[in-house]
């Protein structure tokens, strides 16, 4: 099995920064699975963030490329998500999610966390 913990959520006003991590534990957990992050709004479906393979190489969406940055340590079972000039639209339970093989873009991951709030007051 495998367990995935997000952490780092809360309020933060727009224009702020806010760092998630996800802590991946269990015995079956493989260093090289892909890491992803995920977001999900209420009413909304769950969108891409970004991704980030073992080797490292990291992918984002539009809506959060130059903002957002994804980086991960293999050695401590971690992925981080380090987010600046946040915005209101950004508000939303935040889901850490991993997979064997490469990236996707889909919610196709193995394994998801429970989620973390992320809200962005004006």
């Known amino acids: 099995q495998v367990q995935l913990a997000e952490s780092g959520g809360g309020l933060v006003q727009a224009g702020g920064s806010l760092k998630l991590s996800c802590l991946a534990s269990?015995?079956?957990?493989?260093?090289?699975?892909?890491m992803a992050w995920f977001r999900q709004a209420p009413g909304k479906e769950r969108d891409f963030l970004a991704a980030i393979t073992f080797s490292p190489t990291a992918v984002y969406a539009d809506s959060v490329k130059g903002r957002f940055t994804i980086s991960r340590d293999n050695d401590k079972h971690t992925v981080e998500l380090q987010m600046s000039g946040l915005k209101p639209e950004d508000t939303a339970v935040y889901y850490c999610?991993?997979?064997?093989?490469?990236?996707?873009?889909?919610?196709?991951?193995?394994?998801w966390g429970q989620g973390t709030q992320v809200t962005v007051s004006t």
């Open positions: 999610a991993a997979k064997d093989g490469g990236i996707s873009f889909q919610t196709n991951y193995d394994f």
């Open positions: 269990g015995r079956t957990w493989q260093w090289w699975y892909t």
